[in-house]
């Protein structure tokens, strides 16, 4: 398994600045109802989780700007006001839509190439007063250790100028970090920088945790990887974005983990979790990690989230969320997130909800399930 794979956290999916500017937070007004109202742009805006952010900031009563190319899902927030051009300054109009716009602050949900986002941040650093940038904590170089914080050591590109993922994904850690730089270097004190891991709950296309309740919902023997005390983080879409809407009304820069619960939380609790949402008793096999590892599944793609929670990846699912939650980032209960991520996916047309994008397929399953119990039997032979 490539650390890159483990890394890449896609939708952040979901979300790294210098060390020196993840020293602290900074804070200029308190709680409750918003100080004053806000002109937010956002780079993005239709994906995942810009609109959970822009119905977050249109609740709080904000006005808000996005600007994207217009292709993905066009028809969202008619009465938004919307700007076309390209995060790519040399293709077609580029920022030119941006040019001699001030706004109170930016949320750049798109961003992957630090060239594209310089240019952004460059562009809009004399007339934004706060800049927040979502990165991954696949910005950092390593997963080794429980407990981390944002001082942990951070990813390299061996060519800084490279402009694709890799084949595996492997810059894609580089280039958060590449990004996170470009905006601390337009904006100074006056980024914010979020980090998430796996951002998950209603309108997560990426089907990564909904194919467990999903599964579970089925029932008859089902194979959970690792053990019942292996630790998971994610976030609920709807958590991250109305945190970030706090950090905007605050005016809180820093940089910070956005994963969750607040406290930690484990495959046994989340398939508990699924238990109380389905109603359902689904026989539970334990297939350990090193067995797992050994016949080729990793943990990403076929059995999504789930980490080996040893070696190389012990701290995957331990990072330190301290900083956040004195922040102000709250959690709702990961009950809820998978009730409604359940009823999201259900929902769905019949057509799609037969494409399931993540998870094992059922003769996989079958296939490790049977040589996990021969491995058993042979062991008590």
């Not at 089902?222 to 950090?247: F, N, T």
């Not at 994963?259 to 109603?279: D, H, I, L, R, S």
Request: hydrophobic residues 35%; neutral net charge.
């Amino acid at each position: 398994m490539t650390t890159s794979r483990r890394q890449f956290l896609q939708f952040s999916l979901a979300a790294a600045a210098l060390t020196a500017c993840g020293t602290g937070m900074k804070a200029t007004s308190g709680g409750g109802a918003p100080a004053s109202k806000k002109h937010i742009l956002v780079l993005g805006g239709t994906g995942f989780l810009g609109p959970a952010f822009v119905t977050a900031a249109q609740a709080r009563g904000h006005t808000l700007t996005l600007f994207n190319r217009g292709k993905t899902r066009p028809e969202l927030f008619p009465d938004v006001e919307k700007l076309h051009g390209d995060r790519d300054p040399l293709k077609g109009e580029g920022l030119k839509a941006l040019e001699g716009r001030s706004f109170d602050a930016v949320l750049d949900t798109s961003g992957y190439y630090p060239r594209m986002v310089r240019a952004s941040a460059e562009l809009l650093a004399p007339h934004v007063g706060q800049y927040i940038f979502i990165s991954s904590v696949s910005a950092y170089s390593k997963n080794d250790t429980p407990d981390a914080d944002e001082n942990a050591e951070t990813a390299t590109l061996a060519d800084p100028t490279v402009e694709t993922m890799g084949k595996n994904f492997e810059n894609y850690g580089g280039l958060k970090r590449a990004c996170e730089q470009a905006t601390e270097k337009a904006l100074g004190g006056r980024a914010t920088v979020v980090r998430p891991g796996y951002i998950v709950g209603p309108e997560d296309r990426t089907d990564r945790y909904v194919y467990f309740p999903l599964r579970y919902d089925k029932g008859g023997e089902m194979l959970a990887p690792g053990s019942p005390e292996d630790p998971l983080q994610i976030i609920d879409v709807r958590d991250l974005a109305e945190w970030l809407v706090l950090l905007v009304e605050r005016n809180t820069t820093g940089t910070f983990n956005a994963v969750g619960p607040e406290k930690p939380w484990t495959m046994g609790e989340m398939f508990a979790a699924c238990k109380e949402v389905t109603g359902k008793d689904t026989k539970l096999t334990w297939v350990p990690g090193e067995f797992l590892l050994k016949n080729g599944e990793d943990g990403e793609g076929a059995l999504p989230i789930w980490a080996p929670a040893f070696g190389a990846y012990a701290g995957m699912h331990r990072r330190s969320n301290a900083r956040a939650v004195k922040a102000g980032l709250r959690f709702r209960s990961p009950v809820v997130t998978t009730r409604d991520a359940l009823a999201w996916f259900q929902s769905l047309p019949e057509e799609r909800r037969n494409q399931l994008r993540a998870g094992l397929p059922a003769e996989r399953e079958a296939q490790l399930l049977s040589l996990w119990a021969q491995a058993q039997g042979n062991k008590q032979g």
